[in-house]
């Protein structure tokens, strides 16, 4: 049985609190706030919402988007992701390079728990969970073999990536949607605009504040559709959820998640439903977050203290919530 709880906004739990509707109509009777314009899009795999007072902004958040879509899309064979992916090494683009170069200290950082060269097993697990039949233990046992960024070489002065092994494959999943909300943030801020929220299912940017209040986002229960358990007030700040509720199965009574264990090869298992992470940027935030439903609790905790200013907060699979 497949559960899918794609939301229109694939929203992996977040709801932008904006009260549009109600706001422009204060904003009318006391000045309140400009209009919020709000424009969605299916873009790099998910929904794109951009929300603003300036007109320009969609346009130039869903611009980015669709160029960065053709670097970083693993499911497209044209993108540049899947050139390196079939040569196993390119002279690669800066955005590219950038991503890898991120990459790699996110798997340092996480000793090991994010690894973008999980796609053997990232790749297997999602056709597993498609046809709701586990892999292979064989097949699980290779791709394992496969896995590892210490397999991948990045040449600063030449931009140049090369797999040291065969068989190696990148998937940018857990990090390609914060990093193109963080680049079409600089693209807003270059055009002026400074107030805006690019959510890019459930990995977003809060741009300044919306008119002279903080932006309000809503903490999703993950089982409970429409149901919040915290809001919190952001301004230039990211945030990204993660979590088991939005892509898993369930085989004999038991939830397998999209995110993957590099290190048992299969998925994380932490009794862990989502995690929020909040952080300077959308990028680190969507790769924490990644990183933390891997690692657990515990580790999770040691992880985030290393970023100064950034904090989660943990669902369990008993409902409770945590601050990590
Ligand atoms: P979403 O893609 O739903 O926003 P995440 O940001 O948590 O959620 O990323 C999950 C995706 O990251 C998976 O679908 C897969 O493509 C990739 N991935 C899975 N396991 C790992 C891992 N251990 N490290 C890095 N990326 C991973
Ligand atoms: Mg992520």
């Not at 993108?79 to 992916?85: A, K, T």
């Not at 580790?299 to 669902?315: D, S």
């Amino acid at each position: 049985m497949i559960k899918n709880r794609r939301t229109v906004f694939r929203s992996l739990g977040f709801l932008v609190f904006l009260s549009s509707v109600l706001c422009s109509l204060f904003s009318v009777l006391s000045g309140c706030g400009k209009p919020l314009f709000r424009d969605s899009e299916f873009t790099m795999g998910s929904f794109v919402e951009v929300i603003s007072p300036d007109p320009r902004a969609k346009t130039i958040v869903f611009n980015e988007f669709n160029r960065l879509d053709k670097v970083f899309n693993i499911f497209d064979e044209n993108s540049e992701l899947s050139r390196l992916n079939q040569t196993g090494g390119l002279i690669a683009s800066e955005d590219l390079f950038a991503i890898l170069r991120k990459s790699k200290e996110f798997y340092d950082v996480s000793g090991g728990a994010f690894d973008v060269t999980v796609a053997p097993l990232s790749l297997l697990w999602k056709r597993a969970i498609k046809k709701s039949e586990l892999p292979k233990e064989d097949d699980i046992k290779d791709a394992l073999d496969a896995v590892g960024f210490d397999s991948v070489y990045l040449d600063e002065n030449t931009r140049q990536v090369r797999f040291l092994k065969l068989g190696v494959k990148i998937d940018l999943g857990g990090i390609a949607k914060g990093y193109a909300v963080d680049k079409a943030v600089s693209k807003l801020k270059e055009a002026g605009v400074s107030s805006a929220v690019v959510n890019a299912g459930g990995n977003m940017y809060c741009l300044g504040a919306n008119s002279a209040r903080a932006w309000r986002v809503g903490i999703q229960d993950p089982r409970v559709a429409k149901n919040l358990i915290r809001k919190i007030e952001l301004k230039d700040s990211g945030v990204s959820t993660s979590g088991d509720y939005e892509q898993f199965f369930v085989f004999q009574n038991k939830r397998y998640s999209h995110i993957i264990n590099p290190k048992t090869g299969y998925p994380a298992e932490n009794g862990i439903i989502s995690v929020t992470v909040v952080a300077g940027d959308a990028m680190t935030a969507d790769a924490l977050s990644t990183s933390i439903v891997v690692l657990g609790r515990e580790k999770g905790r040691k992880l985030i203290k290393r970023f100064p200013g950034a904090y989660a907060k943990v669902i369990d699979e008993h409902d409770r919530l945590f601050d990590l």
